[in-house]
Structures are given as C-alpha cells and as structure tokens.
C-alpha cells in the first residue's frame, strides 16, 4: 500500500526551531519528487518546498520559507523532512508531505498524500 | 499572496455542470502545461482530480475535466453529484516555484 506518513509536529515558540518527516511505503522512494505543502488554520493550501528524486540534488522553496527552511531526503530510510527554523508565528499550520504523480518528473501534480501534522508556533 | 486567482465559491445544482476558472500569467499557467487540481473535502488531505493540465489520474470519474486557454486553466465537473461538494484548488509551476490558487467551495444546491 502506497503510503506516507509525516510526524514531527508540535508546538513551538517563535524563534525556535522543528523538524519534520515523513516515512514512505509502498513505493519506490528514490524514483518519485517530494513536496511539502501547508495549510493555515482555515487558510488555503501553500506550496511550501520540493526536492528531486535521487539524490534530491535540486530543491526549490516558496519565498515565505526561503532561507528557514531545509527540504531533504534519506533513501536508505524511505524518508522525507523539513528542518524548519526561525520560526514565526505565521508558520502555524498543518504540514503536508507529498508525492508527484510521475517518477523522475517535478511539478506534474501530486497524487499520495500523507494525513498531515499539526505545528503551532506560539 | 496566490499568485493564481480562483473564485471564492461557485454552486450548482445535482446534475448540472460548473466550471472553476484558475487564472495566472504568463510565467505560469500560460508557459507551462502543469496545472493540477485538488478536490479537499473538511478535515481530509487533498486528492488530485488533474494533472498535466488535462489527466485523470486513475480512480477519477470522467465527470471531471481540466482545460487552458492562454492564462487560464479550468476545471470543470459534470453531472454533479452531492459527494462533489468541496474545496478544489488549482496548483502550476511557475519557474523556480509554484502556487496553489486561493481555492473555490463548490456547493451543491
């Protein structure tokens, strides 16, 4: 069963810093891109950051994260995460991880999704 | 701040067809074939309805549709059904990023 399951939420004060994962299954981990997209409190969604298959060697960042945030991947762990640091109140949300839709290929789409975790910042 | 643009709602009665305008620019939604659209019902994760700007992933009903012309992309369902009912967003690429749109609430009367 193609899965992805993130942990790592909580609260946090501002200033502080978090890391998220995301474990795989199901799939060929290395093959696929990965995301991290996030929703506000009653908000939209938010692209946040994505990292190519492989060795993850390209990775791009929404402006609101850039220079915060780190998007990476373990393959000997099927494992996706997000160090997030400075941390503002504005990054309150729940934090999705993400598959695109083809292997090899960025910004097609995204068709497995994880459940979500839930960080605070306050 | 989205840079793609969506109606706040849209409604439509069991049966009938909407259309869910996604309006970019040209350095997204008009240089690139790679809009994508979410269905999210309250409390669930997002599940893509298109990709590509026009496919259905496997399991999607057919009732579901994406099209562009120029700087808009669209969504559009037919023969609306109750379970329908949801936020649906639009997603491009956009050089070196990407953006949802502000999402749409689809209501069926």
């Known amino acids: 069963q193609v899965q992805l399951v993130e942990s790592g939420g909580g609260v946090v004060q501002p200033g502080k810093s978090l890391r998220l994962s995301c474990a795989a299954s199901?799939?060929?981990?290395?093959?696929?891109?990965l995301h991290w997209v996030r929703q506000a409190p009653g908000k939209g969604l938010e692209w946040v950051a994505l990292i190519s298959s492989d060795d993850g060697a390209n990775r791009y960042y929404a402006d609101s994260v850039k220079g915060r945030f780190t998007i990476s991947r373990d393959t000997s762990e099927n494992t996706l995460y997000l160090q997030m640091n400075s941390l503002r109140t504005e990054d309150t949300a729940v934090y999705y991880c993400?598959?695109?839709?083809?292997?090899?290929?960025?910004?097609?789409?995204?068709?497995?999704w994880g459940q979500g975790t839930t960080v605070t910042v306050s | 701040q989205s840079a793609l643009t969506q109606p706040a709602s849209v409604s439509g009665s069991p049966g009938q067809s909407i259309t869910i305008p996604c309006t970019g620019g040209?350095?997204?939604?008009?240089?690139?074939?790679?809009v994508s659209w979410y269905q999210q019902h309250p409390g669930k994760a997002p599940k893509l309805m298109i990709y590509?700007?026009?496919k259905r992933p496997s399991g999607v009903s057919n009732r579901f549709s994406g099209s562009r012309s120029g700087n808009t992309a669209s969504l559009t369902i037919s023969g609306l059904q109750a379970e329908d009912e949801a936020d649906y967003y639009c997603f491009s690429y956009a050089g070196d990023r990407a953006f949802f749109g502000g999402g749409t609430k689809l209501t069926v009367l």
């Open positions: 993400a598959r695109d839709v083809l292997r090899y290929l960025e910004w097609n789409g995204m068709d497995v």
């Open positions: 590509e700007g026009s």
């Open positions: 040209s350095s997204d939604v008009g240089s690139y074939n790679l």
């Open positions: 199901g799939f060929s981990f290395s093959s696929y891109v």
